[in-house]
């Protein structure tokens, strides 16, 4: 059976008013809003437990370390009581950006994986998502020091 081009014509025009319909709309301000909040709010909590490492008497190094430690650990806890993704859900990017986002995508795979075991599961899927984030990070440092190495022995800087 031949289609003419009318048919067609409609067939594809029902298409597109299906395809707007399912589509989902996005208010690019009220998502940029939800972001900020998000993100500043998690770094207020940051904010806090490094001041209370402070007023507890801790070096600011050991305070940074502490709110670090604290804050990629409250991640996992809220990844692994699906909160997390709650969370990123009304948030968006503002989850992403501090500490807790890069926390959140080493311990998903991890716990998305675990039934399939230790070493083929957890082992072999935890840096899927981190991992090349990690390799860039790891990258790029090596090509700056070895940058800096150089401009160094030729007396740049």
Known sequence: MIMTDLAKQKQQEEY????KHVTPTHNLFLNMCKAF???GAICVIGQVI???CRH???SDETAG???SLLLVCLSVLLTGLNLYQKLARFGGAGTLVPITGF???VASPAIE???EGQVFGIGCK???IAGPVILFGVVSSWLLGAGYWILKLCGVL
Request: contains cysteine.
């Open 113 to 115: 994986y675990k039934k």
């Open 56 to 58: 507890a008497g801790m």
């Open 50 to 52: 490094l001041n209370w």
């Open 37 to 39: 909040v998000t993100g």
């Open 16 to 19: 597109q008013k299906y395809v």
């Open 103 to 105: 926390a959140n995508s």
């Open 126 to 128: 935890i840096f899927t």
């Open 65 to 67: 370390a502490w709110c």
